[in-house]
Each structure stands twice: as structure tokens, then as C-alpha cells.
T-cell receptor, first 110, second 114 residues
Framework: DQQVKQNSPSLSVQEGRISILNCDYTNSMFDYFLWYKKYPAEGPTFLISISSIKDKNEDGRFTVFLNKSAKHLSLHIVPSQPGDSAVYFCAASPGNQFYFGTGTSLTVIP | DTEVTQTPKHLVMGMTNKKSLKCEQHMGHRAMYWYKQKAKKPPELMFVYSYEKLSINESVPSRFSPECPNSSLLNLHLHALQPEDSALYLC?????????????FGSGTRLTVV
């Protein structure tokens, strides 16, 4: 059973606009969350994290929002750039290992 | 050094071959992980090493044999693999098995079994 779900397999956004990627989880024991970016044939690259004591974390163009009551996580990228085109995975951890979503392929159109 | 280094980057092996994947980190991390990722799927955890001891084996077939010779090095020995084992094999490390802060992935080894 998939404990972390990304229901949108793909997303296309115009350059300069906001990209919003969503992630839902089922396990209330998850207390640490990550977003990873992955280019083809490469390993995941860490983007941004958030712990369950926060509801927002910002790093440059990337902001992660956590809604614990809804068990929902989102990543906002503003402004979107063509170099942001990649597959984005969210991952959640109860403290010992990570569980990954299935990924959302983001295409930023110049 | 803030990287996890995996070698080789690409490997093609026959079903009767024996080969090894190597993972190295010099961040002082005491937890190391092997993941397997098939195309368009999320990474799946295979093994966790905690302080050089195997702590989690996610029911991985015995044709995959992990080894942790020291705190900086993690190997994955491969023998009698099947074509369906072709995947991207990712190594990761973190400071401590109970602390996921600083979780770092390597770039992976792209394995093809023929």
C-alpha cells in the first residue's frame, strides 16, 4: 500500500508562473518530509525539507507547505524556470527510513 | 566533502556474472542505505546499515548481498541476477539511522542485466 501519494503524474507550467506540486500521505507517524528533484539517469537531489513542527519552509524560489490535519504537503516554485523541468518526488519519514511518492514530472515551457 | 559517491555509474552484466556496486561517503554518517528504482517508479528501500551493522533487510532476494566493510563504505554484491533486476541502484546516507536530517543520495548505478 502506497503511504505517500503524488496523484498528478505530470504538470506543465509556463516560465515565470507558479508551479504547485502536491503530495498526500496516510501515516500519521511521519514527522519529517522532503522534496527531491530528479533528472533522468541521475540520483535524486535534495531540494527542501520540513518537519512536522512547522507548516511552512522557504528556500529561495522553493516553498514547502505542510497541512498535518489533511496529511497534505505541497511544493511551490516561484517563478518557474525551464531548468526546473524534472521529476519531483516527495518523501516522508517516521524517523528511520523514507517512503517515496511516485513522482510528478514537471515541464516548464519557455 | 558532502557527497555520496557511487561506482560504477553504469554496469552491464550477464545472468551468470558476479559483480559489485560500491558506495562511499566521508561525511561521518553512521547510517547507509541501498535503494532500487525502476523507471517511473519511486525508490524502494532494500537495506539499511546502522553503525556498520545490517539493521533492515526489506525481504530482498539473496542474489543481492550487502556488505559494510567500514563506516565510509557500502557494497552491494550481485550474483545470478535476472533481467528484471535491471534498475537504478541508489545509495544514501544520513547522520544517524534515527535522524533523517542531512539525508544524501548518490547519483546511482544504472544496472542492466542481459
Amino acid at each position: 500500500d502506497q503511504q505517500v501519494k503524488q496523484n498528478s503524474p505530470s504538470l506543465s507550467v509556463q516560465e515565470g508562473r507558479i508551479s504547485i506540486l502536491n503530495c498526500d500521505y496516510t501515516n500519521s507517524m511521519f514527522d519529517y518530509f522532503l522534496w527531491y528533484k530528479k533528472y533522468p539517469a541521475e540520483g535524486p537531489t535534495f531540494l527542501i525539507s520540513i518537519s512536522s513542527i512547522k507548516d511552512k519552509n522557504e528556500d529561495g524560489r522553493f516553498t514547502v507547505f505542510l497541512n498535518k490535519s489533511a496529511k497534505h504537503l505541497s511544493l511551490h516554485i516561484v517563478p518557474s524556470q525551464p531548468g526546473d523541468s524534472a521529476v519531483y518526488f516527495c518523501a516522508a519519514s517516521p524517523g528511520n527510513q523514507f517512503y517515496f511518492g511516485t513522482g510528478t514530472s514537471l515541464t516548464v515551457i519557455p | 566533502d558532502t557527497e555520496v559517491t557511487q561506482t560504477p555509474k553504469h554496469l552491464v552484466m550477464g545472468m551468470t556474472n558476479k559483480k559489485s556496486l560500491k558506495c562511499e561517503q566521508h561525511m561521518g554518517h553512521r547510517a547507509m542505505y541501498w535503494y532500487k528504482q525502476k523507471a517511473k517508479k519511486p525508490p524502494e528501500l532494500m537495506f539499511v546499515y546502522s553503525y556498520e551493522k545490517l539493521s533492515i533487510n526489506e525481504s530482498v532476494p539473496s542474489r543481492f548481498s550487502p556488505e559494510c566493510p567500514n563506516s565510509s563504505l557500502l557494497n552491494l554484491h550481485l550474483h545470478a541476477l535476472q533481467p528484471e533486476d535491471s534498475a537504478l541502484y541508489l545509495c544514501a546516507s544520513s547522520q544517524d539511522p534515527g535522524v533523517v536530517d542531512g539525508y544524501t543520495f548518490g547519483s546511482g548505478t544504472r544496472l542492466t542485466v542481459v
